[in-house]
């Protein structure tokens, strides 16, 4: 018999632990209020309170700056479970993890102290890369960063920003040289409360209205020297390295809700009769359901090994364009098929399968269309 390796595919007790209260958060605390804020687009901040005093928002902040410092295997797990519940609150729940990544790549110690630190005492935080004309397309940003003396000068507008009026501080990508292109970009922590910075009222989107999304404003806005992250001209390969640790995460909301939809699917394909037996008993829905179940498995598995990799040292951005490309459309194909076992009742906002749908549809789109995971994916394998 060969030998195994370190392939192993079962949780260890402290994983199924942390998967548990999860789980458990999910289910008492998400679920119960999910149709509510889903329903006012309220931004849901007594679930976010009990998040924060569970550590949650604080996930991959070190425990040396008070977080919990989660491996991000460990991460992915609870952000399944909590995209279970919703993945409008996830998302707001877990942004502060994307949004501490530039500082947890390229700050020095006392910006990981001191940001992490707040981060672990409750504040808030966004992620300012996307614009109004520059989304997929990461080098098109407009903003710039122009050196004065012992500050920067920052001016643009970011658009699409989760949390982006509830943060405390944000992490901006800006031009410090605009022609040098993807050389010439630079990230930077900027304090909400500094003159010049300004927040849009949030989006009215099709789904995850739990999540404020909105645009945040930079007008003159001088920022210390101290703020600026490694070096000018590294923006660029921070946000890079920054996107091949959130994709995982990102993968997993589409777990969960992909896996709230089959749920949903199979209970109500028990219950609900259509000539003279259980609906699941008509091959054309068993088999739609068993469809959905095999991709969901496979789907995970490549999101696992997305997480897998990051922890143990390796790079992942071919694995991680793969699980987050998979994972976001098969979490659309599920939901919408959802919707069809439940036929007319799936389309009626009594039942929680059309929230579903409509929630699933961002992850094609946010951290990197599926389109931008396929170029990424091709680039990776010719380059090879």
Sequence with gaps: MSDLGNINFELTDEQKEIQLLAREFAKN??????EHYDRTHEYPWPVIRKA??????????????????????????????LAWGCSGMSTAIGVNGLAIGPILVAGNEAQKEEYGGRMAEGQMAGYCLTEPEAGSDVAGIKTT???DGDHYVLNGNKMFITGGTVADFYTVFAYTDPTQRYNGMSCFIVDRKWEGVSVGKPFDKLGQHASDTAEVIFDNVRVPATHLLGQEGQGFMIAMKVFDRSRPGTSAGALGVARRALEESINYAKTRMAMGKPIWQHQSIGHMIADMAMELEAARLLVWKSA????????????AAFGKAYAADTAMKITTNAVQVFGGYGYMTEYPVEK???DAKIFQIYEGTSQIQRNIVVRELFRK
Excluded: C, H
């Design 145 to 147: 960063a122009r050196k």
């Design 356 to 358: 579903l749908m409509r």
């Design 29 to 34: 605390e998400i679920v119960p209020v999910a």
């Design 308 to 319: 897998w990799a990051v922890d143990a040292g390796v790079r992942n951005t071919t694995i």
């Design 52 to 81: 924060q005093e569970m550590g949650l928002t604080a996930m991959s902040v070190p425990e040396e700056y008070g977080g919990l410092g989660l491996s991000l295997f460990e991460e992915i797990l609870v952000t399944e479970e």
